[in-house]
């Protein structure tokens, strides 16, 4: 800790600019894009990259550069309240288990075990059928995917911070557990924590991409680079294009998310930065 | 070497060996599954597209040209008054259970199509039918309440094949025909199997021995199996721009015919705001339906300005009467109170021609200030459950497969929700006509009506993209009646 907390790496640099980027689109896309999204332009159908816009248009001959800039937003728009929700649910669920340990400790892990046997897919299909498929069906798909997955990597670390001595002392003198969880537990599982949302993040919008693909996520006509990829499969002889640009879009994204969780770690994670010290 | 050489020519020699017989069984794709196989009972196309003339036969049946053709009647006189029709039956024609098929069946099979507790799709066929007589076996006398200039033609349609008594109740499940081909299985979300009929009345008709129907909704899955060859044709091809890549392979035949569907995006006309007809004027007005053909069917398919068939001589071009004018349309919706905007939805089901068409009339509406959401149902159970049935629902679309059914508009409870007397008077009128001339003129008057009225949107005829094995003959290239007749399916070598 002598000059800054964060030590820069290469996965960092380079998924942090990924990142940038996709959260920059998706916020450009809000204000701006080449042309109207929804419109089509029969006459202009399925024209290659250059020929008409950046990376030529689709088969309604919308322009693709703006599909996938607003289809980044709506990527984003799901993934991220998807994650949080998932997060803050579990995350509240592991600092219970390792405060209080015990039989509700036990309940609360089997419990995770059992949401986590159900693929986000088939959550998204059950969630779907109770209050119709779309995208809020998406969202809490993603989340109820994502609540095990913080119970436990939060459990995990909380339980290494409840064996610390400054804890057992504050315990000693009889401070409150949630009061420990609150102002003692949580600060230091941050890091943890905000690796482990940017690792979810990358998933989330994969899973979404997923969804959509499946007709269960965005509905048409907003764009989604799930169902770009859907839509372009049919032409794929014909015009290429339609089925790479959403398919790079999808893989820089989630590598950019990927490799900015993998720096983060290094970065921030305390038992990395003992050993190197 | 030589060993090799000759084990190498007997793996030949049993590869080729197959091929030198030609090939008795056909696999036929269809993008639908039929919900049961008694097309007598229940409108889905995918029943007929199954059993029609396969499985089932009429009295009469419609051939590849849209004719009338004797099938189990094998003659019939019609009374100068157009009342009665006396129809003389094939002899020796048995049930694939065994029983004789008889003047009986006939009157039974009629008279169940027209009970009041009958779910027939199609009963206005045998609404004019005032009584059937069966004075012999092989005879059987209609008597009409009033002529009916469409009657031997409805006489065709699967909802009229003959049934017998004793087997009608399980004819869903387990049908029970006259046909050449027996039903032998039926695998649920996969296929139907049908055999050759060894006891078929036209003697040595068929050449087929197995005809299986398989079932893939998928576009891309379609594609597939026709190329790995686990299907041996796809008569309708749900993907129009992948056809194109099979007009250039000549292993197989890619056939653009015509059909008898037109599609349609519905109105609830009873509800609000599609009660207003400029409301639906103004919603055809947005709709540029060149750009739509172009779009959701790459071209292939022509525009319709009523609901009639291109092929029927009666057909009159309407698409200009209420032609593609955007302001046109924005002028209407102001005029009828929407000109801030309007927020509909549209229930569409999966098929590719109605996801896309309604993703571009959404878009096309949109530029008109009408707000179209895309709500995508399921085809045929949830969207007979919620809008053929309920009529729950604002805008849907759909093909409507079967020939001359201008009526439908006529209908009371259809899922329009459509009134218009003048149009029911002269339906009805229509139907007593059984003079040709008079009658088609009188079926263009409806069409005028239906065009000036714009009840639904009517969007462009879905044409028949055929695509086959090149050594398959005998398979239909257009579809003047909905079907997958194979009785004249053969292979070449």
Known sequence: ?277 | MSKRFLAAALLFSVSIAPALAAKTSLVIGMPIEPPGLDPTIAAPVAIREVTWANLYEGLVRIDRDGRVQPLLAKSWDISPDGLTYTFRLQPGVKFHDGTAFDSADVKFAFDRARAPTSTNAQKQIFAPIDTIETPDPLTVVIKLKEPSGNFLYYLGWGDAVVVAPETAENNKANPVGTGPFKFKSWTRGDKVELVRNADYWQKDKTKLESVTFRFISDPQAQVAALRAGDVDAFPNLGAPELFTEFKKDARFKAVVGNTEGEIVAGMNNAKKPFDDVRVRRALMHAIDRMALVEGAYSGYGQPIGGFFSPNHPAFVDLTRVVPYDPAKAKALLAEAGYGKGLSITIKVPQMAYASRSAELLSAMLAEVGVEMKIIPTEFPAKWIEEVFKAKDYDVTIVAHAEPLDIDIFARDNYYFNYKNDKFKALIADIAKTTDEKMRFAKYGEAQKILAEDVPALFLFQLPKLGVWNAKLKGLWENSPIPSNDVTDASWSD
Request: net charge positive; charged share 15%; glycine share 10%.
């Open chain 1, 1 to 277: 800790m002598k000059r800054s907390s964060l030590r820069w790496n290469t996965a960092l640099i380079v998924g942090g600019i990924l990142t940038a980027l996709l959260i920059v689109t998706a916020l450009l896309s809000l204000v701006w894009t080449p042309e109207v999204p929804t419109r089509v332009r029969i006459a202009l159908r399925l024209k290659a990259p250059l020929e008409a816009g950046l990376l030529g248009t689709d088969h309604f001959g919308r322009d693709v550069t703006s599909l996938l800039m607003v289809g980044a937003w709506n990527s984003l728009a799901i993934a991220w309240p998807a994650v949080l929700l998932g997060a803050a649910i579990g995350t509240a669920i592991g600092c219970a288990a390792a405060a209080w340990k015990g039989i509700a400790d036990e309940i609360a892990m089997r419990a995770s075990d059992v949401i986590f046997a159900f693929p986000a897919v088939l959550s998204a299909i059950m969630i779907g059928a109770l209050v119709g498929s779309g995208p809020l069906a998406a969202v809490l798909a993603i989340a109820v995917f994502n609540i095990p997955v913080f119970a436990r990597v939060t459990r995990g670390v909380a339980l290494q911070i409840w064996t610390l001595d400054y804890i057992a002392a504050a315990r000693a003198i009889g401070k409150h557990p949630l009061k420990i969880t609150l102002e003692d537990v949580l600060p230091n599982i941050a890091g943890s924590l905000i690796v482990q949302v940017t690792i979810q993040l990358a998933l989330a919008i994969l899973t979404e991409a997923g969804l959509s693909y499946l007709g269960l996520g965005v509905r048409p006509p907003n764009p989604s680079w799930g169902r770009m990829l859907s839509d372009a499969q049919t032409y794929l002889s014909q015009a290429p294009h339609l089925a790479i640009a959403p398919g790079i879009a999808i893989a820089l994204s989630v590598l950019g998310l990927n490799l900015l969780g993998d720096g983060l770690r290094d970065a921030l994670d305390p038992t990395l930065r003992g050993r190197e010290g």
